[in-house]
Each structure stands twice: as structure tokens, then as C-alpha cells.
């Protein structure tokens, strides 16, 4: 398997413009979360979801973000209108089970600077 | 290629016994090295990093260049420590990787 797979690695552009992460979990994994990290504020978890469902969005900084899961093996991570403040390393993690023990398999991340 | 490894899916020990969480990492240069945490229903929190040089909930990791390892260790572990454990390695440049995670269950 080629375990959990982001895209774009890397992804500079302006602020005001959308930027849009894409997630292709680990097949038979039924858990998608996405996860930003900071210097400041180190790991946070953005959303998760669960058999596509998105069941905690509580980490969604503001309306400016937004995350689908459109079927089992996509999902995407939208920010509009992006910020400077939004650069960080965007994780996506896959998990099979709805519960937080299961573990969780991560992407390499997209580092994103807003500019 | 897998920067990060942690050899062990699942461990179990008595509560009061000694832990070790082992991790080794690939990488050439001077990495910073993290030991994240995810107790049963809660999110994935950091437990502590290399730099820092602290012990956090009794918890300890040495980073040895020589081995490159960074193995998590506890002289005696208690049942509230029974939780999913990620290494995780930040080289320059904001790159970031994690392990496959160890499931750590300390028995009563």
C-alpha cells in the first residue's frame, strides 16, 4: 500500500487566494483527519471524519475553511480566501475504526506559505 | 523511504514495570524529534520533544545520535499511561514525519 497520500507537497501562493489540500486515504481505512501544524501552536486537529461523515469540525479555525469527504478515498481541505497566517504543514491521517486508539497512519503533509 | 520507525504495534506491561517506547529515525542531518500522545478518546497532543529536554507525566527521551534513536521510557508505568504513542521527526525546512505508532496498554 502506498499508505496515506497528499497533495501538493508544497504549495506557495497570495493571500486572497483559495488553496485547496487534497487527501487520498489508505484503502479500508474508513477515519479521515486533517491536522495543522505550527511552530506556535505545535499539532491541532482541524476535522475528522468518519465512513465520509465529518464528525468533529471543532478545530476548523473560521468560515475561511472548509473540508469535504466526497467518497472513502478522497478528500480535500479548502481555504477561502487564504491568509498569511494560515502557512503551516497540513497532515492528513487515516485510521480504520471510529474510535481515537486506533492508529492512525499520516501523509507527508503539504507545506503551504501564504504569501 | 521511512524516516521514522517504531518498531513495536502493540506493548504491554504491568503497571508499576518499567516502559520503553522504541524509536529510530533515518535522517543525516539534525533532526528535532517528537513524542506525540493519544489517549482513548481524545485527540493526538504532544507529550514532549527532544529540545526541551524535559520529562513530562514521568516520561523521558534521550535523543542518541549514535543509534539514531529517541526511545520513550518511564521507570513505572501507570494504567492511565495506556494510550497510543507517535515518534515524530522534523527536519529542516518544515518537513515532518511520523511513525506508525506503538499501542501501549499497562496492565492493572
Known amino acids: 500500500d502506498a499508505g496515506v497520500i497528499q497533495s501538493p507537497r508544497h504549495e506557495v501562493t497570495e493571500m486572497g487566494q483559495e488553496v485547496t489540500l487534497r487527501c487520498k486515504p489508505i484503502s479500508g481505512h474508513n477515519s479521515l483527519f486533517w491536522y495543522r501544524q505550527t511552530m506556535m501552536r505545535g499539532l491541532e486537529l482541524l476535522i475528522y471524519?468518519?465512513?465520509?461523515?465529518?464528525?468533529?469540525d471543532s478545530g476548523m479555525p473560521e468560515d475561511r475553511f472548509s473540508a469535504k469527504m466526497p467518497n472513502a478515498s478522497f478528500s480535500t481541505l479548502k481555504i477561502q480566501p487564504s491568509e498569511p497566517r494560515d502557512s503551516a504543514v497540513y497532515f492528513c491521517?487515516?485510521?480504520?475504526?471510529?474510535?481515537?486508539?486506533?492508529?492512525?497512519?499520516f501523509g507527508d503533509g503539504t507545506r503551504l506559505s501564504i504569501l | 523511504a521511512q524516516r521514522v520507525t517504531q518498531p513495536e504495534k502493540l506493548l504491554s506491561v504491568f503497571k508499576g514495570a518499567p516502559v520503553e517506547l522504541k524509536c529510530n529515525y533515518s535522517?543525516?542531518?539534525?533532526?528535532?524529534l517528537f513524542w506525540y500522545v493519544q489517549y482513548s478518546r481524545q485527540r493526538l497532543q504532544l507529550l514532549l520533544r527532544h529540545i526541551s529536554r524535559e520529562s513530562i507525566k514521568g516520561f523521558t527521551a534521550d535523543l542518541n545520535k549514535g543509534e539514531t534513536s529517541f526511545h520513550l521510557k518511564k521507570p513505572f508505568a501507570q494504567e492511565e499511561d495506556s494510550a497510543m504513542y507517535y515518534c515524530?521527526?522534523?527536519?529542516?525546512?518544515?518537513?515532518?514525519?511520523f511513525g506508525t505508532g506503538t499501542s501501549l496498554t499497562v496492565i492493572p
Open positions: 491521517a487515516s485510521s480504520f475504526g471510529g474510535t481515537a486508539v486506533q492508529p492512525q497512519h
Open positions: 515524530a521527526l522534523e527536519a529542516p525546512g518544515n518537513q515532518f514525519y
Open positions: 471524519f468518519n465512513n465520509n461523515v465529518p464528525i468533529d
Open positions: 535522517y543525516s542531518g539534525s533532526p528535532e
